[in-house]
């Protein structure tokens, strides 16, 4: 991401942190999250990494599931952002790796994580700094781990979300969303089995993909769950 994108992106973020919690509960309500934590499919043990974690309400309740034999980690461009996520995951006791750091650098080893989930980041971001992200979260990811996208996508009213989101509207990134290509995206930079597996509001997709195993690699179908 260049320096000023993520300048300005960071400090809305540090801006409204204190209020953000309020405002997405207020318009989604919990079932936002709680559903993208349940098709996670993590479990106990897991190595899971929350990309744009935010103020932290994924990563502490992914943590809940992986237990204390798991491991949690949580990205975000925003410091605001992340010391509320600290202050919550304090509160719960629960031990929870918060960084500030960006997609396109991801700050742990090839091959890490079980599991790696985004939510409500993609929209924002060009398409080039999509694509990086992406690949950076194939490298990451185990082989055969899994990566949960959630994110507007197909929107069903586009004058409605334009009301939402106009900052956004008139980015090619955006138009990615609006026009439900999401899965063109994760399948060209290298993810198998991608689906939308789940819909809220009718206009946010649970997409799922996973990282390929040599199998997959020759077309033939990897042993992954079956939702």
């Given at each position: 991401m ?9 400090k809305?973020f540090d801006y409204i942190?204190k209020?953000?919690d309020?405002s ?5 309500g919990l079932e936002?999250?709680?559903?993208a934590a349940k098709l996670?499919g993590?479990?106990?043990g897991?190595?899971?990494l929350d990309?744009?974690c935010g103020?932290g ?6 943590k809940k599931?992986?237990?204390n034999n798991?491991?949690?980690a949580?990205?975000d ?7 509320q ?9 629960l031990h929870?790796e918060f ?7 991801i700050?742990?080893?090839d091959n890490?994580f ?6 409500w ?5 060009p ?6 992200g992406?690949?950076?979260i194939i ?10 996208l959630?994110d507007?996508?197909?929107i069903?009213n586009?004058l409605?979300?334009f009301?939402n989101?106009p900052?956004?509207w008139?980015?090619?990134g955006?138009k990615i ?15 198998v089995?991608v ?7 009718d ?12 199998s997959?690699?020759g077309?033939?179908p990897g042993?992954h769950?079956?939702?």
């Amino acid at each position: 991401m260049k320096k000023d994108e993520t300048y300005y992106i960071a400090k809305t973020f540090d801006y409204i942190a204190k209020r953000y919690d309020r405002s997405v509960e207020k318009k989604f309500g919990l079932e936002f999250y709680s559903l993208a934590a349940k098709l996670a499919g993590v479990k106990e043990g897991d190595k899971v990494l929350d990309v744009g974690c935010g103020t932290g309400t994924l990563a502490l309740m992914l943590k809940k599931q992986v237990g204390n034999n798991g491991f949690v980690a949580g990205i975000d461009v925003s410091s605001g952002m992340l010391k509320q996520a600290k202050i919550k995951s304090d509160k719960e006791n629960l031990h929870i790796e918060f960084r500030v750091a960006s997609i396109e650098k991801i700050p742990f080893s090839d091959n890490f994580f079980d599991a790696v989930t985004s939510t409500w980041v993609f929209h924002q971001l060009p398409p080039s700094l999509k694509k990086e992200g992406l690949k950076e979260i194939i490298r990451v990811l185990r082989v055969g781990g899994h990566f949960l996208l959630v994110d507007l996508h197909r929107i069903a009213n586009p004058l409605r979300a334009f009301f939402n989101l106009p900052f956004y509207w008139w980015s090619d990134g955006y138009k990615i969303h609006v026009r439900g290509k999401l899965p063109d995206l994760l399948t060209e930079v290298g993810f198998v089995e991608v689906k939308i597996i789940d819909r809220i509001r009718d206009k946010i997709d649970y997409i799922s993909s996973f990282k390929p195993k040599e199998s997959d690699k020759g077309g033939i179908p990897g042993e992954h769950w079956a939702f």
